[in-house]
């Protein structure tokens, strides 16, 4: 059995729906979760999509002209898009494991791809909604290493995963290795078990391999986007004038992206593989529509990081740059938003993820979580910082945020780096020797092509935004605070 399958010891469905709930209320005694439901009433069921490196931009209902993607487009027509969501760490484990736990990276200690396992010290939102009574079901990519949390249901993989193929777990707890498309395999399995295994309320997870590479279409996408040309970003030719050695000693080229096809080649397999997450998206919402679920659904569409399609002349994800750490983010429930087409500007997270979904379900968000609830978001009403006033604004909301990044040396040789983001500066700290650092105005140059630290005039910028992230680092308890 490939590392990268973690089957359950047993084979019935009885045997692993009950392993997996002993496991589920293994936590350590200071973590004992207390999730009964405050709110009386129905409760939403949850189906939460996401993929793995879709770039902000690449859904038509985002702008993109190069392909369509009509059932993303109908999640926003319906719901809500949020147009300013962020990761925390943009890189695909560390910002899973804060999206189940609303946590930074340094708290819940999945700082990279090859960290150890997520500590059962730290619940993820499923236990607390299964605490609650909730059926829960993770179909797909789960991506981190060692044992997932427990499921009713878990018909995933651990690892990458393969395009064709992919051996998964089915609803008996077996391991069987199907033929077919994997996007498509896992789109079955969730129509499956919303129409023959779930139990209400629900929450459903599916989370598709695609777009990730090696990107290989389905055999019906192979001839989409034929005699369409990929226009090159703004700063596809981006010489990095004024910028850190870090920038220029990444390994993130185009050309290296994919080895035998030149960036209208690899870019265009990047797209196709999207059309079939469309598609599948597209089966579940008709599943729900037939199944009379669609108006107590909360539905979630969203990406584990950003991703590079050129801009910068970078492929791949990791800085603290816009594409980078950019993500899709639609939202869906009719009991709640009347009216679709709704857009958010306010900068939200992956950290609030976790305490959303849990306050949707009339489960009280634990303090612990650094994220926020969008609760107030969505009914329009004025949400207020919990913390102090920031410089950056008047105190509604979200007026800056922390990003983190450890993976170096390492694939790709981005250097280690943390930084802070309001909504016009972007200051960054290549903070291992030598220590080196950009400063962006997002106003006046949103391409983030004119590193504007060290230049007379920003002197007190910096510095404000150097306190801005010391200030935050301790608000989240960051341990490397203290060994510094």
């Known amino acids: 059995m490939p590392d990268s399958i973690r089957r359950p010891n047993a084979v019935s469905r009885r045997a692993f729906v009950k392993g997996a709930l002993g496991a589920a209320v293994a936590l350590p005694h200071s973590l004992a979760l207390a999730a009964e439901p405050r709110a009386t009433g129905p409760r939403p069921n949850f ?77 993820v939102f499923t236990d607390y909604l299964r605490e609650a009574g909730y059926h829960t079901c993770f179909i797909g990519k789960w991506h981190m290493q060692g044992e997932h949390p427990p499921f009713d249901y878990w018909l995933g993989f651990s690892g990458q995963g393969v395009y064709f193929n992919q051996q998964l777990l089915d609803f008996e707890g077996k391991l069987v290795k199907e033929q077919g498309y994997v996007t498509d395999l896992l789109g079955d399995r969730a129509v499956a078990y919303l129409r023959e295994h779930r139990q209400d309320p629900f929450c459903l997870l599916l989370w598709f391999k695609a777009p990730h590479r090696a990107w290989e279409p389905a055999p019906r996408h192979l001839t989409a986007l034929e005699g369409v040309t990929i226009p090159d970003p703004p700063t596809f030719h981006d010489d990095y004038a004024g910028r850190p050695a870090a920038i220029r000693k990444t390994e993130m080229q185009v ?21 079939a997450v469309d598609e599948n998206v597209g089966r579940v919402l008709k599943a729900l529509d037939e199944l009379g679920l669609t108006d107590n659904t909360c539905v979630i569409y969203c990406s584990d990081n950003g991703f590079f399609l050129g801009e910068h002349h970078f492929f791949d994800k990791r800085l603290m740059y816009e594409p980078s750490i950019r993500i899709p983010m639609l939202l869906r429930y009719p009991r709640l938003i009347r009216k679709g087409g709704r857009r958010l500007e306010q900068m939200t997270l992956n950290v609030d993820l976790a305490p959303t979904i849990l306050e949707l379900a009339g489960v009280e968000p634990p303090a612990h979580m650094h994220g926020r609830s969008w609760l107030p978001l969505l009914k329009g009403q004025q949400a207020k910082s919990p913390t102090r006033q920031s410089r950056y604004g008047d105190g509604a909301w979200r007026d800056s945020w922390l990003y983190e990044y450890y993976e170096y040396p390492a694939v790709h040789m981005v250097a280690k780096n943390r930084g802070v983001r309001t909504r016009r500066w972007k200051y960054i700290h290549y903070f291992e020797q030598p220590e080196e650092f950009e400063l962006y105005d997002l106003q006046t140059d949103p391409n983030e092509v004119s590193n ?19 200030r935050l680092r301790r608000e989240t308890k960051d341990p490397d605070l203290e060994q510094a």
């Open 47 to 123: 189906v939460y999509f996401m993929t793995d490196d879709q770039a902000a931009h690449a859904m038509s209902c985002a702008g993109s002209k190069v392909y369509q993607t009509p059932n993303m487009d109908r999640l926003a027509a319906e719901g809500v898009r949020f147009l300013n969501t962020f990761v925390t760490n943009s890189l695909c484990a560390p910002s899973r494991a804060s999206i189940m736990t609303g946590l930074y990276s340094h708290t819940h200690g999945v700082r990279t791809n090859n960290a150890p396992a997520l500590s059962r010290e730290h619940p």
């Open 255 to 275: 050309e290296i992206a994919k080895p035998g096809k030149d960036f209208q080649g690899w870019v265009k397999d990047y797209y196709r593989t999207l059309l």
């Open 452 to 470: 504007l630290y060290g230049k007379p005039g920003y002197e007190k910028t910096v510095e404000h935004l150097r306190e801005e992230l010391l």
